[in-house]
């Protein structure tokens, strides 16, 4: 009855070794060309490719056993190392693809072998699609039959939801570079590549800031996902003993859930009985629901 999973740190993967190898590519280029843009597109992969670890980080800690200071867990340590990564995005690629571009616009050197960094360009552009392809397998496993900005909006996935957003700056960063340094090689203006080194970082910034808003969302606390949660309602008030479920409130917790509920029991059951009753109703919520990691069942007369 739970809902899919992808796996986060299969996109991550294809993201690092992507990205690490596209870095590499484009400081060569960088180096013979002298492109804004190059230097650029250069430090946003190679701060992705440090993201990527950060993330990694981040969920090999969230795995630690619940003690006595965090008796919830580590899970939302996820989203901490997520939100880090966000701002990453934010400074070392939006903000100093900005600045490049414009010391660039000041700047009268000429761009040399251009046909070199166009053809690392068109080659990065294939490595990050297949990146991208990689994310986009593991956030269909989840999406159903959301679109990809309603699960955007929707996701309890902090890991996904970077890696997607990362894939989604890097690749039309790098059709965005690709396109201004053609456009200065065949005008013989430099300024473009300039130009297109700022657009970079603009692209950069605006998606870093919607990655944010959807990780600060996690960090405050959120519930779980509307379909989890509407399953977990729909087996509780199907129970034959319970003749009215006044509330369900979960609290996404990384991986797991917290799931706590009040609800109107049968009259004539007694206090062992309704014990025994709920006990039951718990264990077998979380039989049914694996992403329930603490579950709270409370018997009342009233909301």
């Not at 484009?26 to 650029?40: D, E, L, R």
């Not at 046909?115 to 990689?134: P, Q, T």
């Not at 039959?145 to 894939?167: I, N």
Request: with cysteine; charged share 20%; glycine share 8%.
């Amino acid at each position: 009855m739970s809902a899919g999973h992808g796996s986060p740190v299969k996109a991550i993967l294809y993201a690092f070794f992507a990205n690490f190898g596209i870095a590499i590519c484009k400081t060569i280029a960088a180096f013979f060309t002298g492109s804004s843009s190059m230097v650029a597109e250069s430090i946003h992969s190679y701060a992705d490719t440090g993201n990527q670890l950060l993330l990694l980080l981040g969920m090999h800690r969230a795995k630690r056993p619940a003690d006595r200071e965090h008796p919830l867990g580590y899970g939302k340590v996820t989203y901490f190392w997520s939100f880090i990564v966000a701002i990453m995005l934010f400074s070392l690629g939006g903000l100093f693809s900005v600045y490049e571009g414009w010391h660039k616009l000041h700047s009268t050197d000429p761009l040399e072998y251009v046909w070199v960094a166009l053809l690392v360009l068109a080659f990065s552009i294939g490595l990050e699609a297949f990146s991208m392809y990689g994310c986009l397998t593991e956030v269909n496993k989840v999406r159903g039959d959301r679109s990809l900005w309603q699960w955007f909006k929707q996701s309890r996935s902090s890991e996904l939801l970077v890696v997607f957003g990362e894939d989604l700056a890097a690749l039309l960063g790098l059709v965005l570079a690709f396109a201004f340094l053609a456009i200065a090689w065949l005008t013989g203006d430099s300024r473009f590549d300039a130009y297109g080194s700022i657009c970079i970082g603009i692209l950069l910034i605006t998606i870093a800031v919607f990655v944010a808003i959807r990780v600060k969302d996690l960090l405050i606390g959120r519930s779980a996902d509307p379909k989890l949660t509407a399953a977990i309602e729909k087996a509780i008030s199907g129970d034959e003993d319970i003749l009215e479920l006044f509330n369900v409130i979960t609290m996404q917790m990384g991986t797991d859930v917290m799931l706590a509920a009040k609800i109107r029991m049968r009259e004539d059951l007694n206090l062992d009985a309704a014990c025994e009753k709920i006990n039951r109703l718990e264990q077998y919520l979380k039989q049914s629901f694996p992403e329930i990691a603490w579950c709270f069942i409370e018997p009342d007369v009233q909301e």
